[in-house]
Nanobody, 119 residues
Framework: QVQLVESGGGLVQAGGSLRLSCTAS????????VAWFRQAPGKERESVAT????????SYVDSVKGRFTVSRANAENSVYLQMNSLKPEDTAVYYC????????????WGRGTQVTVSS
């Protein structure tokens, strides 16, 4: 199963931008769809963005549409989440997760990266 490591989190002011990276190792990354999840204190984890194995199909939760963009570079074993116009409510730990093509469950998870947006 693929191993995932997130990076790129940090502290940013409202209206600012961050780019998260999810780097994979251990398996052929192009066999996996990837999702970005986030979890804020006291809240349930939610799926923020998904991208299929080829990068041709993406989806977003309504609260980030028009502000976040997910992309991938399979040659670099990486998936990215570009986050613009950040809001304090985007503050959370962000995780990437991978699902093998044809599977229904995300079985590979990174350890997360903290994103904090100050008002």
């Amino acid at each position: 199963q693929v191993q995932l490591v997130e990076s790129g989190g940090g502290l940013v002011q409202a209206g600012g931008s961050l780019r998260l990276s999810c780097t994979a190792s251990g398996q052929i990354f192009s066999d996996y769809s990837v999702a970005w999840f986030r979890q804020a204190p006291g809240k349930e984890r939610e799926s923020v963005a998904t991208i299929n194995w080829s990068g041709a199909f993406t989806s977003y939760v309504d609260s980030v549409k028009g502000r976040f963009t997910v992309s991938r570079a399979n040659a670099e074993n990486s998936v990215y989440l570009q986050m613009n116009s950040l809001k304090p409510e985007d503050t959370a730990v962000y995780y990437c997760a991978a699902r093998r093509r044809g599977a229904t469950a995300y079985i590979s998870w990174g350890r997360g990266t903290q994103v904090t947006v100050s008002s």
